[in-house]
């Protein structure tokens, strides 16, 4: 991971409060909703550098359809870091990815040199094995996550979706996942409806 700086912030006191700022640090969030009748699918995502003060949710349709959960999930990923990297650009060094499909990360890791697991998968520190085959719809996503610089270092983190949790981290699954949801609907024939 790079290296910590230290930055001075004010707080509404007056008073300075320092917060530790790792430059090149995006966390990112992504969850997908999988239509299995008509292959439509949407991701939701949320993203936040170290030095923004709140993060930012965005999501759209994902463009083919789908065949199961897993490649939808690959196609949200690859599309929810295109938009970072968009709007971020060279400055984003480490990507902390948290998604709630283990398959999906596993293929991330399979297609990007610089991915690895990190935190608990049920108890190991680990995310198992990329399955060995894949849907031909996923060649345009693959071909995206391939794409990004080798020297981005993409930390892998399972989430459990569906939570019924009040942490932080939960919140902001369940605001991507309703994203999703909206997405997947307006891919379906429905209209958006933002949230």
């Known amino acids: ?5 230290t930055l001075k912030l004010r707080q509404s006191e007056g008073t300075a409060a320092e917060k530790k700022v790792t430059p090149g640090l995006v966390t990112l969030f992504c969850d997908v909703s999988f239509c299995p009748n008509s292959g439509a699918a949407g991701y939701g ?23 199961s959960s897993n490649d939808a999930e690959f196609w949200g990923i690859a599309m929810s870091l295109r938009h970072v990297f968009r709007v971020v650009g060279d400055k984003a060094t480490t990507v902390v ?5 283990i398959a999906a990360l596993s293929w991330m890791r399979e297609f990007h040199p610089n991915a690895g697991a990190v935190g608990d998968h049920h108890g190991t520190h680990g995310i198992p ?44 699954n369940k ?12 891919r379906r024939g429905g209209r958006v409806r933002r949230a």
């Open 1 to 5: 991971m790079p290296a910590l700086q």
């Open 45 to 67: 995502a949320w993203y936040r550098t170290d030095d923004m003060e709140k993060g930012e949710f965005f999501g759209e349709a994902i463009p083919v359809s789908c065949s």
């Open 97 to 101: 990815l948290q998604c709630d499909n």
């Open 129 to 172: 094995q990329a399955p060995k085959s894949f849907p031909n719809s996923m060649g345009t996503a693959i071909g995206v996550v391939r794409a990004m610089k080798p020297s981005v270092r993409v930390w892998l983190k399972h989430v459990k979706g569906h939570s019924k949790s009040k942490s932080a981290r939960s919140w902001v």
């Open 175 to 186: 605001k991507c996942d309703e994203l999703a949801r909206q997405y997947m609907a307006a």
